[in-house]
């Protein structure tokens, strides 16, 4: 069983910076895929970043050039930084690990843009 313990969130103001991290811990493997999604009132969860045990990165096009996701694989942990926040990225951020066909979920962090 994993666990996901995700921390960082809060309210910024446009533009300002706020940094992710999502611990996991029990039977965790080197070949897995750690990840952030988000979830907007009235929306569908959606990826926002990804990153493979080997390094491989994927981002949302929306969030590109102003997010970074990032991992430290001897502490179990990934970081998603995120620099230039809009409001419209306000939403409950989710850290996500999949280790082959297990798939798991933080308890998700609020991030508030506003002014």
């Known amino acids: 069983q994993v666990q996901l313990v995700e921390s960082g969130g809060g309210l910024v103001q446009p533009g300002g910076s706020l940094r992710l991290s999502c611990a996991a811990s029990?039977?965790?493997?080197?070949?897995?895929?750690m990840g952030w999604y988000r979830q907007a009132p009235g929306k569908q969860r959606e990826l926002v970043a990804t990153?493979?045990?080997?390094?491989?990165?994927n981002y949302l096009d929306s969030v590109k050039g102003r997010f970074t996701i990032s991992r430290e694989n001897t502490k179990n942990t990934a970081y998603l930084q995120m620099n230039s926040l809009k409001p419209e990225d306000t939403a409950v951020y989710y850290c996500?690990?999949?280790?082959?066909?297990?798939?798991?979920w933080g308890q998700g962090t609020q991030v508030t843009v506003s002014s």
């Open positions: 996500n690990l999949v280790i082959g066909s297990l798939d798991s």
């Open positions: 990153i493979t045990g080997g390094g491989r990165v």
């Open positions: 029990g039977n965790i493997f080197s070949i897995n895929t």
